[in-house]
């Protein structure tokens, strides 16, 4: 059982930067793949980022070149790194870790609303 606990969110300005951060329970973080997700209302579910255990990371198009994943895994953490944010960034953020041994197991924690606005 994995817990995965948000931080960081809140109000930023357009062009400004914000950085969230998950902390995840249990022993064996650095198996995971770890990756942010969004939702804004009225939206679904989407993929901002992830990272493989190895350090391998994907990005939305949305976000290329503007956010950074990156984990610790000596603090089992994952970070988001938010640059320039714009307004069509503002949703609730949620952290995902998933593991697939034999089958995929998938976590996600309670989410964080960044909100974009001057």
């Known amino acids: 059982q994995v817990q995965l606990v948000e931080s960081g969110g809140g109000l930023v300005q357009p062009g400004g930067s914000l950085r969230l951060s998950c902390a995840a329970s249990?022993?064996?973080?650095?198996?995971?793949?770890m990756g942010w997700y969004r939702q804004a209302p009225g939206s679904q579910r989407e993929l901002v980022a992830d990272?493989?255990?190895?350090?391998?990371?994907n990005y939305a198009d949305s976000v290329k070149g503007r956010f950074t994943i990156s984990r610790d895994n000596a603090k089992n953490t994952v970070y988001l790194q938010m640059n320039s944010p714009k307004p069509e960034d503002t949703a609730v953020y949620y952290c995902n870790a998933r593991i697939t041994i034999a089958a995929t197991t998938t976590y996600w924690g309670r989410g964080t609303q960044v909100t974009v606005s001057s």
């Open positions: 249990g022993s064996i973080f650095r198996a995971y793949r």
């Open positions: 990272i493989t255990p190895g350090g391998s990371t």
